[in-house]
């Protein structure tokens, strides 16, 4: 996918030139993941970055992270098998 962003709208946006299109893309990762739209797997590789680093991000972002209790549920299951 290619997203298309005028140069009018490029040029007004207040990022480092230098580290615009990995800014960009790590803040539409938190904003898709914020919405559900996207894991956070994805998200961390959508940013080129490991899952605890994402978390990372979120902590920085001040984001909560999109945990269910079913979710909860299922790691505690799963945490039970390694035991």
């Given at each position: 996918?290619l997203l298309?962003?005028?140069?009018?709208v490029?040029?007004a946006?207040?990022?480092p030139e230098?580290d615009?299109?990995?800014e960009?893309?790590?803040?539409?990762?938190?904003?898709?993941?914020e919405?559900g739209?996207?894991?956070l797997?994805?998200?961390?590789?959508?940013?080129?970055?490991?899952?605890?680093?994402?978390?990372?991000?979120?902590?920085r972002e001040?984001?909560?992270?999109?945990?269910?209790?079913?979710?909860l549920e299922q790691?505690?299951?799963?945490?039970?098998?390694?035991r």
């Amino acid at each position: 996918m290619l997203l298309f962003i005028s140069e009018k709208v490029e040029n007004a946006l207040k990022l480092p030139e230098k580290d615009r299109e990995k800014e960009l893309l790590m803040l539409l990762a938190v904003k898709l993941y914020e919405k559900g739209a996207i894991s956070l797997g994805k998200a961390a590789e959508m940013c080129g970055m490991n899952s605890r680093a994402f978390l990372a991000l979120l902590a920085r972002e001040e984001m909560c992270l999109n945990y269910d209790e079913a979710e909860l549920e299922q790691d505690l299951k799963n945490r039970e098998s390694f035991r």
